[in-house]
Nanobody, 123 residues
């Protein structure tokens, strides 16, 4: 399976962006998709995830109420809607997948990773 993340860019504080993660290749019937981010000098952290087996979603505390993960099954694409962005959200965002019932926010669980997309929140 291959993943392609897109949608990053420069946005002012309080603004919104929608990231997309398109899957291609061999796609299992059930899998988890996670969104992760890595800021300069920091470790990669889980932001949100969705499990296709049961629709389970999870969010890091830092983004709850601001970010929403969703999936277009027909398009094999997962989205991350990010609202009310702040400078602390600045990072390279990655999507990843693993065959899994449900989902998790630990990056060590995920097997296949896409290239990141840069999100910069600044005036």
């Amino acid at each position: 399976v291959q993943l392609q993340a897109s949608g990053g860019g420069l946005v002012q504080p309080g603004g919104s962006l929608r990231l997309s993660c398109a899957l291609s290749g061999f796609i299992r019937d059930y899998y988890a998709i996670g969104w992760f981010r890595q800021a300069p000098g920091k470790e990669r952290e889980g932001v949100s995830c969705i499990g296709t087996s049961n629709g389970m979603t999870d969010y890091a505390d830092s983004v709850k109420g601001r970010f929403t993960i969703s999936r277009d099954k027909a398009a094999n694409t997962v989205y991350l809607q990010m609202n009310n962005l702040n400078p602390e959200d600045t990072a390279v965002y990655y999507c990843a997948t693993v065959p899994l019932l449900g989902c998790g926010l630990g990056p060590e669980v995920y097997e296949s990773w896409g290239r990141g997309t840069l999100v910069t929140v600044s005036r």
